[in-house]
């Protein structure tokens, strides 16, 4: 069955929206308010997160640049494979590395080919300023990172690197969760991936 076969009997297109950003910016809170809103509009989307990935299929990985890199690259083969089954695969993950997130990217665009399209993906940057995310910090890890009791954290120790072209770009202590979830439900209505009255 071609994925244009599926999608035309599941009437839904898949695609992946691909959270990023720093510790404590919220990515989890829009994608979890994000996945409630599209389930109500009857699509089916599924959120993949550290706590329903680190536990299973990653429990394998531990913190170090390689294991984030097979994290991630694990990450993005799971949502492509939901993506094709025309499910819109919501992933928030921190993913601080740019040839990480390129990867994932490239996966999607790879998947296209003479009986199918490739599979969209869509990066949405949660942007914050590290000294925000600080004042939020919900689990104490930056506290934790700042005393050198966690090595290697994402915007203290370790690197993040800004997506330069995100699909959608959300500020979100400039936003509040609905404005960020209408703002990513009117990309999906422009890019034609769920209707238009949604």
């Given at each position: ?38 389930l109500h ?23 170090s ?7 991630i ?28 997130r ?19 993906f ?7 300023p ?69």
């Amino acid at each position: 069955m071609t994925r244009a076969e599926r999608s035309d009997l599941r009437k839904q297109k898949g695609c992946t929206i691909w959270f990023t950003g720093l510790s404590a910016s919220g990515k989890s809170t829009i994608a979890i308010a994000l996945e409630q809103h599209l389930l109500h509009l009857g699509l089916a989307a599924y959120r993949l997160d550290g706590d329903n990935v680190r536990f299973g299929l990653n429990k394998d990985l531990g913190f170090s640049e390689k294991d984030r890199n097979e994290n991630i690259r694990r990450i993005a083969e799971v949502a492509k494979l939901f993506a094709d089954s025309t499910t819109i695969a919501i992933t928030s993950f921190i993913s601080p590395y740019a040839a990480d997130r390129k990867i994932a990217r490239d996966l999607h665009a790879a998947s296209g080919g003479e009986e199918n399209e490739a599979l969209p993906f869509i990066e949405v940057f949660i942007d914050i300023p590290v000294e925000e995310a600080e004042k939020r910090d919900p689990k104490g890890l930056y506290k934790k990172a700042r005393a050198g009791e966690i090595p290697n954290f994402t915007g203290i120790s370790a690197p993040y690197e800004a997506p330069e072209k995100a699909e959608i770009h959300i500020r979100s202590d400039k936003s509040t969760v609905e404005e960020s979830v209408a703002k990513i439900t009117e990309y999906l209505q422009s890019a034609g991936l769920i209707p238009a009255k949604a």
